[in-house]
């Protein structure tokens, strides 16, 4: 089975300062997808970043990045000068691809607040 | 940018009754999914769709739900005899290359059954 772990229900950054969320999985395949996704409040749900399993370069998009370390199983999400627009709930998933499985596993999540 | 819209938002129903989740995904996607999340739960998958038939379920989705894609726009959840432990937020999900990609989610709908 999968399962996906965020340990930090809350964290706060301040405006323009660097944050990073915790994500640890756990999971005996070998082919996986692991993504970060971020709800605003009484927004809908949108992709952050994505990370293939097999890929040792860390994903990149603009002000997020990811340190994923295969071996201990990490996947965190770092954000670089946060802004106002990032306080959402952000969401660790993980995607089996042995089988052609669609199946997103999901963390419980961490809420992020942005202080101005 | 697209959106993938969910109604209604909120939805109260009694339990035993019927209930449909609405949702539009976005037009040019062709894969399709609904998930949930019990208040103080993990948001968790139900049912993927493709293709005009289901590809892949959980064992949560048993004979009380179904699902269809009646018009070729929207994409409905049926719960037919709802129960309290049915009470949720219910996401929709599409995608236009499929799951390796990354989904739209919509804002969803909180089915309350009393």
């Known amino acids: 089975a999968q399962t996906v772990t965020q340990s930090q229900p809350e964290m706060s950054v301040q405006e323009a300062e660097t944050v990073t969320l915790s994500c640890t999985y756990d999971t005996s395949e070998s082919d996986y997808y692991l993504f970060w996704y971020k709800q605003p409040p009484s927004r809908q749900m949108i992709l952050v970043i994505r990370q293939e399993a097999y890929k040792q370069q860390n994903a990149t998009e603009n002000r997020f990045s990811v340190n994923f370390q295969k071996a201990a199983k990490s996947f965190s999400l770092k954000i670089s000068d946060s802004q106002l627009g990032d306080a959402a709930m952000y969401f660790c998933t993980s995607l089996l691809t042995q089988g052609g499985s669609e199946k997103l596993v999901f963390g419980k999540g961490t809420k992020l607040t942005v202080n101005p | 940018e697209p959106e993938v819209t969910q109604t209604p938002s909120h939805q109260v129903t009694q339990m035993g009754q019927e209930v449909i989740l609405r949702c539009v995904p976005i037009s040019n996607h062709l894969y399709f999914y609904w998930y949930r999340q019990i208040l103080g739960q993990k948001v968790e998958f139900l049912v993927s769709?493709?293709?005009?038939?289901?590809?892949?379920k959980s064992e949560i989705f048993d004979d009380q739900f179904s699902v269809e894609r009646p018009d070729g726009s929207n994409f409905t959840l049926k719960i037919r005899s709802t129960k309290l432990e049915d009470s949720a937020m219910y996401f929709c999900?599409?995608?236009?290359?499929?799951?390796?990609?990354?989904?739209?989610f919509g804002s969803g709908t909180r089915l309350t059954v009393v």
């Open positions: 999900a599409s995608s236009s290359l499929g799951p390796l990609y990354g989904y739209t």
């Open positions: 769709f493709y293709n005009n038939e289901i590809s892949e």
